[in-house]
């Protein structure tokens, strides 16, 4: 089973960028899809952003598509969020999440392992 650490997160301008990252540790990264998502305060988590395990296929949210870009690195077993255009409504606690199915990406109940989050907080 992966451990996972983001980090990445901070205060940001609206219409600003950010770049979150997602370390997994031991060796069997590759062999999980990963999973982007967010909670705001009194919102349930919601999904952001997925990728297979190859990384030749992505999932986002229609809330951020144009503006989110998710990748993986397995090489250095490591998931990004790159988030351009940030806008207030996308401040949230981020977590990255780990799948082994593979299955129906865009449920967090396929997902068996989670990051303990990065804050994220776009000021207008």
């Known amino acids: 089973q992966v451990q996972l650490v983001e980090s990445g997160g901070g205060l940001v301008q609206a219409g600003g960028s950010l770049r979150l990252s997602c370390a997994a540790s031991?060796?069997?990264?590759?062999?999980?899809?990963m999973g982007w998502f967010r909670q705001a305060p009194g919102k349930e988590r919601e999904f952001v952003a997925a990728?297979?395990?190859?990384?030749?296929?992505?999932y986002r949210a229609d809330s951020v598509k144009g503006r989110f870009t998710i990748s993986r690195d397995n090489a250095k077993n490591t998931v990004y969020l790159q988030m351009n255009s940030l806008e207030p409504e996308d401040t949230a606690v981020y977590y990255c999440a780990a799948s082994r199915t593979g299955w129906t990406l865009r449920s967090r109940d396929n997902y068996d392992t989670w990051g303990q989050g990065t804050q994220v907080t776009v000021s207008s």
């Open positions: 990728v297979t395990r190859s990384g030749d296929s992505t």
């Open positions: 031991g060796r069997t990264f590759s062999s999980y899809a």
